[in-house]
């Protein structure tokens, strides 16, 4: 039986830094009630809050929920309030160079911005972030911009080569995750193992990036069992299948 859900957040719950539809704020509120949820996306802290936390109106299931910022980065748990249990932060060296390769991967993959709304690298802490289009781009232009992440992947062969030392996977919209080595989804997804203390058998992992350079790919590693979806359209769909088969499954026990 599966004891813990743990989804991706952009183009999975939600899109791309938009918060959660009513519907799914139902739905999640509903399965957090029948199973443990993690959320590991590339996001930081203040992304979640605005996305997913301001959303959900029953506190007392917090506690089932489990909140894992920047790929598994950072990790927070409910008791009384938000407390985050560890964050496996860059170092100042680490920064500059990480910020340097990456000026200097996108100068030489060729592509050109027409245009960019706010700055397009943030470091959070953990986790240093590439948005093509800036940060405050809106969701049609990201849509538009590299479905098939055929122009992410260019800068990715560059940064693959400069920074070995680091884990770089693409996620979002437009967006290249850069975290230190191994420090990834698939170590979320072991610190969620120690701390739950459930096995990875009796877990699921539902995301959009699934596919190798994707920030969600790490997960494979892992053995946990996979689901790739399409758009939070898709995940909505899944997630009415894992209740009524959670809910069965704990009325003939």
């Not at 170590?187 to 009796?202: D, M, N, P, S, V």
């Not at 790490?218 to 979806?229: F, K, N, R, S, Y």
Request: charged share 30%; proline share 3%.
């Amino acid at each position: 039986m599966k004891k813990l859900i743990v989804f991706d957040l952009d183009g999975t719950l939600a899109e791309s830094k938009a918060a959660l539809d009513d519907e799914m704020v139902t739905m999640l509120t509903n399965l957090l009630s029948v199973a443990k949820v993690a959320i590991i996306s590339g996001g930081d802290w203040p992304q979640f809050e605005e996305q997913v936390l301001g959303r959900l109106p029953e506190k007392k299931r917090l506690k089932n929920l489990s909140i894992l910022p920047t790929c598994g980065t950072k990790y927070y748990q409910y008791n009384k309030g938000w407390k985050q249990l560890y964050a496996e932060n860059f170092t100042d060296e680490e920064r500059v160079k990480i910020t340097h390769d990456l000026h200097e991967g996108v100068e030489l993959s060729g592509i050109k911005f027409s245009k960019i709304w706010g700055e397009q690298i943030e470091d959070r802490g953990s986790q240093i972030t590439f948005s093509a289009l800036g940060q405050k781009a809106p969701l049609a232009a990201k849509k538009k911009w590299d479905p098939e992440f055929t122009k992410r992947k260019k800068i990715k062969i560059k940064l693959d080569k400069s920074l070995r030392g680091f884990s770089v996977n693409m996620g979002g919209a437009t967006s290249i995750d850069i975290t230190k080595s191994g420090v990834d989804k698939a170590y979320g997804i072991q610190k969620l193992q120690q701390t739950l203390r459930i096995k990875i058998a009796e877990m699921i992992f539902i995301g959009d990036a699934l596919f190798e350079g994707g920030n969600d790919h790490p997960a494979l590693t892992t053995g946990v069992e996979c689901i790739q979806i399409r758009d939070p359209e898709e995940t909505k769909s899944v997630i009415k299948g894992i209740i009524a088969c959670l809910s069965v499954k704990k009325k003939a026990k």
